[in-house]
């Protein structure tokens, strides 16, 4: 319905995490009906972003500077955070908790899948251990399977240059309640009461 | 985090139906991690549909042609179906059991709002009237107080006509377990039995 233009338009939108079919209408319906204020103002900040935006070749964080401002950042604290994915570190700057730098692994490795080693940022990770000096490095490691023998799979590889390596508490979030929970994070949490 | 361009790109994704800050970085994440296959894409369809997609001066369906191919599809029935919304239009082509024409009237009285007669697309909807025969009107408004009042002005202009006026059945929707059902609609469907 309404041409080819249209149905591309919505395949497109449909693709996106969290949307399908429905909301993709949805959403083309709104840009279209409103095309001076949503639709041109955002086909001009895609092809923007799409020109300016770029993976940071030390952390692998995405930004419109290579290095990513965190890595360009001197006031930061001499640590290393390892997580899984750009999404991850931009959950962890919004805690405003963590004041050190990253490192985008890019995924876990997985059986499944089929990932390995070679197919992560592990490599770059070993060589920014090599050419410098660091206080600790963090595995912040999705508390799955995969990311469970990734962290097992990189404190191996870390021993060697003698760095502290921590990984993130598990137990019960914040405002859990109890009976909603699985089983896997109530034993956690009691294994490690305090 | 990222720099402006990233920020603008979240904004502008955050103000879309159904769609929040949160929802937004991740769509934006995903864009950004899959440039060649989902961003370029995105931004090639979204220009692609602004340039070729317009209201049809007939009936106010979008479409990369106007009058639109609904409108001049010959086969379908001399019938009119009143709509609110071009998204309102698109559900009952889906469906697939009416064959006849559309008129977008754009929006519904309302007194809270202050959108009146003129406000809404019912001077064309007359004149198509004058200059066609026409075998029947069906009223599909919202069944809401708003719609239901303008479903009432509509009948009392498209009096003169002589034309046969319909409105859609309310009552239980399919699968509807009564016991989720508003009063209202239990009411209707209990006084229209059949």
């Known amino acids: 319905m309404g041409g080819p233009e249209l149905e591309t338009l919505i395949a497109q939108f449909a693709r996106l995490p969290g949307l399908g079919p429905r909301s993709a209408r949805r959403i083309v319906l709104k840009l279209l009906c409103e095309r001076e204020t949503k639709l041109l103002p955002l086909a001009e900040a895609l092809s923007r972003a799409a020109a300016a935006v770029r993976s940071c070749s030390v952390c692998g964080n995405l930004d419109t500077q290579d290095p990513c401002a965190i890595c360009t950042d001197t006031a930061r604290e001499r640590r290393i955070c390892v997580v899984e994915s750009v999404a991850d570190l931009w959950a962890l700057e919004r805690a405003r908790i963590y004041h050190g730098l ?89 294994r490690a009461r305090s």
């Open 102 to 190: 990253y490192h985008v692994l890019g995924g876990t490795l997985s059986a499944i899948v089929g990932r390995g080693p070679d197919d992560l940022a592990i490599s770059p990770l070993l060589a920014r251990l090599e050419h410098g000096r660091w206080d600790e490095i963090i595995l912040a490691l999705p508390a799955t399977v995969d990311g469970a023998a990734t962290a097992h799979y990189l404190m191996e590889r870390l021993k060697p240059f003698g760095v502290a390596v921590s990984r993130l508490a598990q137990g019960v979030p914040m405002g859990g309640a109890l009976e909603v929970l699985d089983e896997g994070t109530l034993a956690t949490a009691l």
